[in-house]
């Protein structure tokens, strides 16, 4: 953890600019899914998945798990990644379900996503400093919109990050 990151965050309250430019103070960070999808495609990437979850996942679809790792995972980072396929928006993650809801990007796996989706936005490397939360937000338009996410949360969620 960067104790940059820390020096940051943990002094609350925290402070962004708003649109107008002024600058606002809160005790945390707003955060709302607009399910755009976004954050599980573009640029190949990486979705790193650890033991348990692999096991869960293998579970879920009802395969082996060393057919899971054959068909939905590849090696990255020192570790274990799903695969993307490329689409029409980029490179999807392998469970990503654009098809379901018309206009919606579902995750496929949701409830046993990687904890890496389970903790986006709150990731270490998007704490460090108040740019990186927005260059975050560049991509992400959930950022700074929707109900406010309390600082103790947030500070929880950055810690079970693995990124
Ligand atoms: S990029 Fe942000 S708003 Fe879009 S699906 Fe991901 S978390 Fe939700
Ligand atoms: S597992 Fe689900 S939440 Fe994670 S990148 Fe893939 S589609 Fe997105």
Same mark, same amino acid.
Not at 71 to 95: H, N
Not at 101 to 114: E, K, M, Q, T
């Given at each position: 953890?960067?104790?940059?990151?820390?020096?940051?965050?943990?002094? @609350?309250?925290?402070?962004? @600019?708003?649109?107008?430019?002024?600058?606002?103070?809160?005790?945390?960070?707003?955060? +709302? *899914?607009?399910?755009?999808?976004? #954050?599980?495609?573009?640029? !190949?990437? &990486?979705?790193?998945?650890?033991?348990?979850?692999? /096991?869960?996942?293998?579970?879920?679809?009802? /395969?082996?798990?060393?057919?899971?790792?054959?068909?939905?995972?590849?090696?990255?980072?020192?570790?274990? +990644?799903?695969?993307?396929?490329?689409? @029409?928006?980029?490179?999807?993650? /392998?469970?990503?379900?654009? &098809? +379901?809801?018309?206009?919606?990007?579902? #995750?496929?796996?949701? =409830?046993?996503?990687?904890?890496? #989706?389970?903790?986006? !936005?709150?990731?270490?490397?998007?704490?460090?400093?108040?740019? =990186?939360?927005?260059?975050? +937000?560049?991509? *992400? !338009?959930?950022?700074?919109?929707?109900?406010?996410?309390?600082?103790?949360?947030?500070?929880?969620?950055?810690?079970?990050?693995?990124?």
């Amino acid at each position: 953890m960067s104790p940059d990151g820390d020096a940051w965050y943990e002094a @609350a309250p925290f402070g962004l @600019a708003d649109a107008d430019g002024r600058r606002r103070v809160e005790d945390g960070l707003r955060f +709302s *899914c607009t399910m755009c999808g976004n #954050c599980c495609s573009g640029v !190949p990437g &990486t979705v790193m998945v650890n033991v348990r979850e692999i /096991v869960a996942l293998a579970e879920r679809l009802g /395969v082996r798990e060393d057919d899971f790792l054959q068909r939905y995972t590849k090696v990255a980072d020192g570790g274990v +990644s799903l695969v993307e396929r490329l689409t @029409a928006y980029g490179w999807d993650c /392998v469970f990503l379900d654009r &098809t +379901s809801v018309p206009g919606i990007a579902l #995750c496929g796996v949701y =409830s046993d996503r990687p904890e890496q #989706c389970r903790t986006w !936005p709150f990731w270490k490397r998007n704490l460090v400093d108040e740019r =990186s939360w927005a260059r975050a +937000s560049a991509t *992400c !338009p959930g950022i700074n919109r929707g109900p406010l996410h309390p600082a103790s949360m947030v500070r929880l969620t950055r810690d079970a990050s693995p990124i």
